[in-house]
Every structure is written in C-alpha cells, then in structure tokens.
C-alpha cells in the first residue's frame, strides 16, 4: 500500500463517523507514523509503507475513529509561538485563549521584573508562553489536578523555565500567598446543560476539571475573581477568559471585588471571551 491509498483509505473510514477533518488528521497520523513531515509525504505520495506502520497507522486511526483528539494522539500542540506536550490530564490549549498571552504582554514591560500567579495552568500553556516572551520574571502556577501539574512541568523543563515558575497541586480556595503583580487565569466556565452538549471529542475525553464551571458555569471564575482580589497588589491586573454569554455577572462579580474594568476583548469569531481589569479597591 502506497502513502496515497492508505490515507484515502482512513479518511474515508474517519468521515464515515462525520470527522470533519478527516483528510488532514489522517496525514498527521501518517507523518507521527513514518515520523516524516507532513510535507514530506505530501510529495512523495508513492511511497510504499511497510507491514509494521500499517498496523500503527490503524491503531492511531482507530483512536481518532472513537473520537479522541487528534492532539492527544500526536501528544503535542502548538499555542502561541511553542510546541506543548499535552496528554489527557490537560485540555488542550485553545487559540482563543493566545488572547490572554497577547493581552497580558501588553501589562509586562519589556525588561521589568514582574511576580506572576496563573491560576489553573494545565499545560501550563498560558505562563509558560509569557515568561518565554519576558524572561525577567518570575510566575506561580497551581492547578487542582496532580495530573495536569506534572504536565505543565514537563512543559516547564522542555522550555527552560523550571527555575522560573513554582508549581502548586492546589485549589485556589486553600492557595494563600504573597502579593502578586499580575494575575491570570482560564477558569473552567462551562455550565450543566452546555457541558452535555459539547462535541464528543471534548466531552468524551478533555479531563472535566477543566470544563465544568458547576449548574451555572460560574462557580470556578467566582471563586478566581474572589481570591485574586486577596492576592494582587493595589493596580495589579488580573485578565482572565470567560465563557460567552457570561460578561455580565462576570462583571458584576470584578466590580463588587474592587476590579476597575479595563477592556473586553473579542477573540477570532467575535465572542467576548477575554477580560482585563485592574485592582483599585
Ligand atoms: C480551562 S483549563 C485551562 C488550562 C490552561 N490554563 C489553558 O488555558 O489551556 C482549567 C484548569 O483549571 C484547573 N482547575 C479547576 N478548578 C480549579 C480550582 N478550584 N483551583 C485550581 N485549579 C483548578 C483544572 O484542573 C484545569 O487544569
């Protein structure tokens, strides 16, 4: 079997279960495979593959056929300007959420030294993209997850930065600390009914810690906004990503915890999804 028949092959296997990017997941299962770029084998599509891929081809293609991400099968994604290792401890890391790392750097001068928390890091996706982009300072992530915590410092070590950010398996409820400068956070804000509507992939198999936001959604960023008001300083800015639908209780809940609202901003598709404010009470 040549390159091109295998993947004419498990694309149509994969849209047979209404896998929308069927043709493109089947080439990164091949590239993971033959441990070639995609490219490599766009070009060389005669090629032959031999007994022993084949039968990973299908293993990794079966997986993708019970609907697992196709980033948890990889074992990688790229957010911001890095590469990730991600399992299924963690969610993987949304575009959407590159706002916040792109809103954040804007409050992180070049050069200064800033004292950073990032509450619920996952992959650790989020604090590790910054420190990257400003090696001067100095972060704490905690995440209620072991699991998601060995993740995030794997990334850690994988982008030097092991000496830079101190990991904490804790919920915020219990974290208590010094003063921060900074403060971010992608809370959990799905609420019951949507969570029972999410695609199967992510319903299926994203770890539910890091979606669930209880019946209301709400409860996960309520109890960030409240706690951050404790552990940032006086003008420090905690920019955090909300769900749609819910800025406004959100910003009820920043302003009865002393938060000035600086900007709401829009990601890709035009949902309000990404908030900064500044504490001056
Ligand atoms: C939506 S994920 C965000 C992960 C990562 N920051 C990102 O943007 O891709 C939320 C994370 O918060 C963690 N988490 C949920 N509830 C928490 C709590 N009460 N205290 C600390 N972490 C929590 C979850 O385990 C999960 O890793």
Not at 95 to 108: A, D, F, N
Not at 209 to 220: H, I, Q, R
Request: hydrophobic share 35%; charged share 30%; proline share 3%.
């Amino acid at each position: 079997m040549n390159y091109q028949e295998i993947l004419n092959k498990g694309s149509k296997i994969l849209r047979a279960k209404n896998i929308k990017s069927s043709s493109l997941d089947c080439e990164l299962i091949l590239s993971k495979v033959l441990k070639k770029t995609r490219e490599e084998i766009l070009i060389n599509l005669n090629n032959k593959i031999n007994k022993k891929q084949k039968k990973e081809f299908i293993f990794y293609l079966n997986k993708r056929r019970n609907k697992n991400p196709i980033s948890y099968i990889l074992g990688f994604k790229y957010f911001w300007k890095y590469k990730f290792y991600i399992d299924k401890s963690v969610l993987i890391p949304r575009p959407e959420s590159e706002h916040i790392v792109e809103q954040t750097l804007k409050y992180m001068p070049i050069g200064k030294s800033m004292n950073i928390l990032d509450i619920g890091t996952g992959s650790g996706c989020l604090i590790i993209s910054l420190l990257k982009e400003r090696p001067n300072c100095l972060a704490t992530a905690i995440d209620i997850s072991k699991e998601a915590l060995k993740t995030a410092k794997f990334n850690a070590k994988l982008h030097h930065l092991e000496n830079k950010i101190k990991f904490f398996n804790i919920n915020i409820d219990k974290f208590n600390s010094n003063k921060y400068d900074l403060i971010i956070s992608n809370p959990p804000y799905i609420n019951k009914v949507d969570l029972s509507r999410l695609d199967e992939d992510v319903r299926l198999h994203e770890p539910r810690s890091a979606l669930y936001g209880g019946v209301t959604g709400f409860e996960e960023i309520k109890k960030v906004i409240e706690k951050s008001s404790k552990l940032i300083r006086y003008s420090g800015k905690l920019i955090v990503e909300i769900g749609e639908k819910q800025k406004k209780y959100i910003l009820k809940i920043l302003l009865k915890n002393g938060f000035y609202i600086n900007k709401i901003c829009k990601d890709f598709s035009g949902k309000e999804r990404c908030l900064v404010s500044t504490k001056i009470k």
